[in-house]
C-alpha cells in the first residue's frame, strides 16, 4: 500500500523541507473534516461570496494586496493563470532563465515569444543570484516586451531588487509578474527580506504550503496593482484551477491567516533562527550563506571549503542523522524552514552539522560547478512542435533541443526546446546525475536519450 511505503519514509525523519507545516498536528488537525463540496454554506472558491470571500479579503488585508485569491493548484496555476491573463496570444515576453518550468508552460500556451534574462550567478553557492534592473531594461528595450516574470526569492532565498525593477518596468509601460513561491512567509517580520507584494509588483504569487503551515497545493494570488485586471485574472483562474477546489486546502490558508491576524506567529520563529545562525558561526568546515538579500528562512548550508559536498552532506543527514534536507547541490545542501518547525528540530540540525563538521577536512574548491548559459538557436514554441529524432545521449552534443530537461527541485530548465546541448551542459548534467539529483525531461527521454530537432538537408 503506498500509505505503508509512505510511512516507511516519514518515520522518525525530522522534515527540513516543504510543506510548511512540518507534520505538526497544530496546523494539519481536523482538516479532513472539512472535505466537503459546493453545497449550501460552503461558499464557491471559483465564486467566492460567503465565508471564503471574508477569508480572502482576511488574508488581503495582512498581506496588505489589491485583492487577494486562494489557489489550490499550487504556484503553477497561478503563474498559468496570470500570465495568460495579461499577455496577447503570440506577444512577446521577458523572463528570467531560471523561472519555474510553470512560466515556460505558459509561454508555450499562449505562443509567446521570450526574451531571456540570465540572472548574476553566486560564485559562492554555484546557483543563478539576483536578476539585474539594468538587464530587465536592456531586454525590455531589445524585445519590446511589456510583460515581465521573474522569481523572488529563488529556491535558496536570494531576492532580487524588485523595488528598482518594478519602477524599471512600469517607465516603460510594461507588467512586472513575480513568482514568490518560496516567499509567502515574507512582510510579516522585519528579520526576513521585504515582500514583493508592497515592493511595486502588479501581481505576485506564493506557495502558501512551502514556507506557511499549509497543506500542499496551496497558493495565493496577489493582486498588487491597479494596473491588473481582477475579471481577467478570474477567468484563467477558471482555466486552469480544478473545478473542484479541496475544501481542506483552502481551509488551511485560512487557519494560517486567522491566527497571524489573532497573534504574532513569526517571534517564536525567528529567535530559533537567531539561536541556530549564532550556534552555526563556530562551524569551521562548513559554513552558511547569509546576505543582506536573502531570505533566512532558507538555511544554505555551504560546502565549498570542506571535503564534502553538497550531494554528500544530504545523505550523511539522512542516513545517519534522520533528518531530511529539502535540496543539495554540488557546493550546498537546502534546509527548508517554516514557524511550524520545532525547538527539538533546530537542534538536531545544529548537533548533526557539529559532529560532521569535526569530521572534514578544508578543502577549497577552486571552482564549483554551476549551470551554463545555453545557447538559443530557435523558439521554444517552433522547436516544441517542429519535428524531432530521439537520440541516444551521446550523439546529442551541439545538437538543438525538442524537449525541457530540469533537475527538480528547484524545477527550472536547464536546457529548454530550442536551447543547444552543449558539451557543458551534457557534462553539467552528467555530474548531476552521478550524485543522485532528479532530473526529468518533458518527453521522458533522458537520461539515456533525448529528443532533438531534425536537421534538415
Same mark, same amino acid.
Not at 569551521?284 to 564534502?308: C, P, Q
Not at 552532506?313 to 534522520?322: A, C, H, Q, T, V
Given at each position: 500500500m503506498l500509505e505503508k511505503e509512505l510511512k516507511k519514509v516519514t518515520d522518525e525523519v525530522y522534515p527540513f523541507h516543504m510543506p510548511g507545516h512540518k507534520r505538526q498536528k497544530e496546523w494539519t488537525k481536523g482538516l479532513l473534516d472539512f472535505d466537503i463540496t459546493e453545497i449550501d454554506g460552503s461558499d464557491n472558491l471559483h465564486s467566492p461570496n460567503g465565508v471564503i470571500l471574508r477569508a480572502q479579503r482576511r488574508a488581503s488585508s495582512l498581506c496588505k494586496s489589491v485583492s487577494t485569491i486562494f489557489l489550490s493548484g499550487g504556484s503553477t496555476a497561478g503563474i498559468l493563470s496570470a500570465i495568460s491573463a495579461v499577455c496577447q496570444k503570440n506577444s512577446k515576453i521577458v523572463i528570467a532563465r531560471n523561472c519555474h518550468k510553470s512560466v515556460y508552460n505558459a509561454c508555450l500556451i499562449n505562443g509567446l515569444q521570450t526574451e531571456f534574462v540570465y540572472p548574476a550567478v553566486k560564485n559562492s553557492l554555484g546557483v543563478f543570484g539576483e536578476v539585474l534592473p539594468s538587464d530587465i531594461a536592456c531586454a525590455m528595450d531589445k524585445s519590446g516586451a511589456k510583460t515581465v516574470v521573474i522569481t523572488s526569492p529563488t529556491y535558496e532565498g536570494i531576492t532580487s531588487d524588485i523595488k528598482t525593477i518594478a519602477k524599471t518596468v512600469h517607465s516603460r509601460g510594461g507588467i512586472l509578474i513575480v513568482d514568490s513561491a518560496?516567499?509567502?512567509?515574507?512582510?510579516?517580520?522585519?528579520?526576513?527580506?521585504?515582500?514583493?507584494?508592497?515592493?511595486?509588483?502588479?501581481?505576485?504569487?506564493?506557495?502558501?504550503?512551502?514556507?506557511?503551515?499549509?497543506?500542499?497545493?496551496?497558493?495565493?494570488?496577489?493582486?498588487?496593482?491597479?494596473?491588473?485586471?481582477?475579471?481577467?485574472?478570474?477567468?484563467?483562474?477558471?482555466?486552469?484551477?480544478?473545478?473542484?477546489?479541496?475544501?481542506?486546502?483552502?481551509?488551511?490558508?485560512?487557519?494560517?491567516?486567522?491566527?497571524?491576524?489573532?497573534?504574532?506567529?513569526?517571534?517564536?520563529?525567528?529567535?530559533?533562527?537567531?539561536?541556530?545562525?549564532?550556534?552555526?558561526?563556530?562551524?569551521?568546515?562548513?559554513?552558511?550563506?547569509?546576505?543582506?538579500?536573502?531570505?533566512? !528562512?532558507?538555511?544554505?548550508? %555551504? @560546502?565549498?571549503? $570542506? =571535503?564534502?559536498?553538497?550531494?554528500?552532506?544530504?545523505? +550523511?543527514?539522512?542516513? #545517519?542523522?534522520?533528518?531530511?534536507?529539502?535540496?543539495?547541490?554540488? !557546493?550546498?545542501?537546502?534546509? %527548508? @524552514?517554516?514557524? $511550524? =518547525?520545532?525547538?527539538?528540530?533546530?537542534?538536531?540540525? +545544529?548537533?548533526?552539522? #557539529?559532529?560532521?563538521?569535526?569530521?572534514?577536512?578544508?578543502?577549497?574548491?577552486?571552482?564549483?560547478?554551476?549551470?551554463?548559459? $545555453?545557447?538559443?538557436?530557435?523558439?521554444?514554441?517552433?522547436?516544441?512542435?517542429a519535428d524531432f529524432e530521439v537520440l541516444p545521449i551521446e550523439k546529442c552534443v551541439g545538437r538543438v533541443s525538442a524537449e525541457f530537461v530540469f533537475a527538480y527541485p528547484p524545477g527550472s530548465p536547464i536546457i529548454a526546446p530550442g536551447e543547444v546541448l552543449s558539451r557543458e551542459i551534457s557534462d553539467y548534467l552528467s555530474y548531476l546525475l552521478k550524485n543522485k539529483a532528479q532530473i526529468f525531461s518533458s518527453k521522458q527521454n533522458y537520461p539515456r536519450f533525448l529528443a532533438v530537432l531534425e536537421e534538415k538537408d
Open positions: 518560496h516567499g509567502a512567509h515574507l512582510g510579516f517580520n522585519g528579520y526576513f527580506p521585504p515582500t514583493a507584494r508592497t515592493l511595486g509588483a502588479d501581481i505576485v504569487i506564493e506557495s502558501a504550503h512551502k514556507t506557511l503551515p499549509c497543506l500542499t497545493g496551496a497558493a495565493l494570488l496577489h493582486i498588487c496593482s491597479h494596473r491588473i485586471n481582477y475579471e481577467d485574472i478570474r477567468s484563467q483562474i477558471e482555466i486552469f484551477e480544478t473545478s473542484s477546489p479541496p475544501y481542506p486546502i483552502i481551509c488551511s490558508i485560512d487557519r494560517f491567516f486567522e491566527k497571524q491576524s489573532k497573534q504574532d506567529l513569526f517571534t517564536p520563529y525567528v529567535k530559533r533562527l537567531e539561536k541556530f545562525y549564532g550556534e552555526a558561526k563556530n562551524l569551521k568546515n562548513l559554513s552558511l550563506f547569509e546576505s543582506s538579500y536573502s531570505d533566512k !528562512g532558507k538555511i544554505v548550508i %555551504m @560546502t565549498e571549503n $570542506a =571535503d564534502i559536498s553538497g550531494f554528500e552532506l544530504k545523505r +550523511i543527514l539522512r542516513e #545517519k542523522y534522520e533528518i531530511e534536507l529539502e535540496m543539495a547541490m554540488p !557546493g550546498f545542501a537546502l534546509a %527548508m @524552514t517554516s514557524l $511550524a =518547525d520545532t525547538d527539538e528540530g533546530f537542534d538536531r540540525l +545544529i548537533f548533526a552539522l #557539529k559532529e560532521i563538521d569535526k569530521t572534514l577536512k578544508e578543502k577549497k574548491k577552486s571552482l564549483l560547478l554551476f549551470q551554463p548559459k $545555453a545557447e538559443t538557436r530557435r523558439s521554444m514554441s517552433f522547436a516544441q512542435t
